[in-house]
């Protein structure tokens, strides 16, 4: 493959191609296989000793999901990648094979809720403590950086889509020897490579982009060789949140359209969030095309955003009114979505990231999908219409 390609010509061209499939077929079989027998003692002895590498059981190795694994990697242009059966898979394993009692960790503010609560519930019961910065201000995270294992980031962020300098945040962190761990699904690795930026390691929620079709729960991690290897050996076994075959085979399907899909997503959330900002009810847009300066590292953008009503607009009735928008959680898929804010703000179930890091009460958030952008922008004009007070 050709290195010297830009991010979302390379992506397009790594997706197009692959190696030679069994039988000479154009997309790789689904190996639905819990085990792979072996021919004698000495081809069995040889896998268990490392000598062979051969899939064995597919809580560990599996063709079709190895097949996904190598296609993460090259678009990541890293070495290795390990699926899971969730992206809170591929975060709860990722941090756990870094972190002991006792372990400090930083992580950005307005990470993903459940990430967050991954933190409070699971990680305090252990004795590790998590506290949480405005990546933003670089000076501050040097100064907080000293004494923590690892570094935990998001970029842009969820719910408020703040953009943060990812390559003057990981310098910093390997200059206090603390591990750089990124969720990256917001841009997917079409429009954003951490590790090249000098992450150490960069993982997705692949039910979002990666995914693409709104039929897949996944995750997966990617980086060097070594690192990818303590998760394979220290909790990918015992965690056994591995993903599974048949979603493989989903997420190479959904992989193949990803890089035509980004530059939709793309063009037509542009579309509307710039239309957005200059409408009477809307007090602010976040979007990082437009409400900051991008950020070297960000090739593109992708189709979620979220914007602030004025008080002359009734949510509820604005959520109601919308047709094509529906209302759900999650995004990344082929339909449009809206996700109101005043609706995680009174989520129960865990500590609420919406009170905690202040999500604005009147902000919803927008994921739009493959539709037309002229008929999102009517759906939301009419809704605009029907809810004011
Ligand atoms: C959805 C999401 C996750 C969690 O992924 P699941 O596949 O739902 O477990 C992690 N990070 C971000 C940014 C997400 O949006």
């Known amino acids: 493959m050709n290195p010297e390609l830009d991010g979302i010509d390379f992506a397009a061209t790594v ?18 296989t819990s085990l792979f027998t072996f021919s004698s003692y000495d081809e069995m002895a040889a896998t268990f000793s490392g000598k062979l590498v051969r899939p064995t059981y597919s809580r560990g190795l599996n063709p079709t999901v190895r097949a996904f694994e190598e296609k993460i990697a090259e ?19 990722a941090v756990l094979a870094f972190v002991q009692p006792g372990d400090r960790i930083l992580a950005v503010e307005h990470l ?6 991954f933190f409070e519930v699971v990680l305090k019961r252990f004795g590790i403590t ?38 003057a945040l990981a310098r910093l962190a390997k200059a206090a020897g ?34 693409g ?18 998760l394979r050996r220290e909790v990918l076994p015992y965690l056994g949140a591995k993903l599974s075959p048949f979603d493989g ?37 976040h979007h990082p095309a437009l409400s900051q300066p991008r950020s070297k590292g960000l090739g593109g953008t992708s189709g979620l955003f979220s914007i602030e009503l004025d008080p002359s607009i009734d949510i509820p009735a604005f959520c109601n009114a919308l047709k094509l928008f529906k209302m759900g ?14 609706v995680t703000r009174v989520q129960t179930g865990g500590p609420n990231h919406a009170l905690r890091f202040g999500v604005p009460e009147r902000m919803v958030r927008l994921n739009t999908g493959l539709e037309a952008a002229e008929s999102l922008w009517a759906d939301l004009t009419q809704a605009f219409e029907t809810s004011k007070t």
């Open 130 to 167: 998590v506290d949480y910065i405005d990546a933003g201000d670089l000076a501050a995270v040097e100064r907080a950086l000293p004494g923590r294992k690892l570094f935990y980031l998001e970029s842009p962020t969820s719910w408020m889509f703040q953009v943060h300098d990812i390559a």
């Open 15 to 32: 997706l197009a191609h692959d190696e030679r499939h069994y039988g000479d077929a154009v997309v790789p079989p689904i190996f639905q």
């Open 112 to 117: 993903y809720p459940d990430s967050f609560r």
């Open 178 to 211: 603390a591990v750089t761990i990124i969720d990256n699904s917001w841009a997917s690795p079409v429009f954003q490579q951490p590790i090249t930026l000098g992450c150490d390691l960069v993982l997705h929620s692949a039910s979002k982009y990666i995914g």
């Open 249 to 285: 085979w989903l997420l190479l399907r959904g992989l193949r359209t990803l890089p035509a899909r980004m530059r939709e997503h793309e063009r037509s959330a542009l579309l509307l969030a710039t239309r957005l900002q200059s409408h009477p009810a809307v007090t602010r847009v």
């Open 329 to 342: 959680v999650s995004w990344g898929g082929h339909e449009s979505l809206i996700c109101p804010a005043g």
């Open 213 to 230: 079709h709104s039929d897949v729960v996944a995750g997966v991690v990617a980086g060097r060789k070594e690192l990818v290897n303590k």
């Open 75 to 93: 678009l990541e242009r890293t070495e290795d990648a390990l699926g899971f059966g969730s992206g809170m898979g591929a975060i709860s394993s």
